[in-house]
């Protein structure tokens, strides 16, 4: 009997938030908190990376000024697009399932370690990636026919 009332109580609370906030307005708000917002950091610190290696002061009001505009322009286009790729991909279902997970203290948690684990992964891989790259081109040297059947 108390799984059977748990479960009831659960199905009645999942029909309150899918009436009161439509498919739409759940996919904008996981677009802004799962993807834009993740990407505004993973951008930012790569720029700072990338200027940084060149030698230049990056973390500075006046390097803000210059890139935040630049930042919001290219997020705003994404921001017009990723919505639809998000009903390609996912059911209504799943759309209410990741935005009432996004919801609670640990899907909050989840969300904002997520700049994290990219840039550390990214890091991680990126010397094997480079392994990768020199390993293809050397063995599209070696294997001439192979680079121009591709070109074909």
Do not use: H, W
Not at 68 to 75: A, H, N, V
Not at 79 to 108: C, H, R, S, W
Not at 117 to 126: A, C, D, F, Q, W
């Amino acid at each position: 009997m108390y799984k059977i009332y748990i479960s009831a109580i659960v199905i009645f609370n999942t029909c309150i938030i899918a009436d009161e906030t439509s498919v739409d307005e759940m996919i904008d708000f996981i677009v802004q908190e799962q993807f834009l917002s993740t990407q505004e950091k993973t951008m930012r610190d790569s720029m700072y990376t990338m200027m940084e290696t060149m030698g230049l002061k990056v973390k500075s009001k006046t390097f803000d000024d210059f890139l935040d505009p630049l930042i919001k322009e290219y997020l705003s286009g994404i921001q017009k697009k990723v919505p639809a790729l998000y009903k390609d991909i996912y059911t209504e279902e799943e759309i209410l399932a990741l935005y009432n997970f996004m919801k609670t203290a640990e899907g909050i948690s989840i969300n904002k370690k997520q700049s994290l684990v990219i840039e550390k992964s990214m890091i991680m891989i990126s010397d094997d990636a480079m392994k990768l790259g020199q390993s293809i081109a050397i063995a599209l040297q070696e294997n001439p026919e192979l680079l121009e059947s591709m070109l074909e």
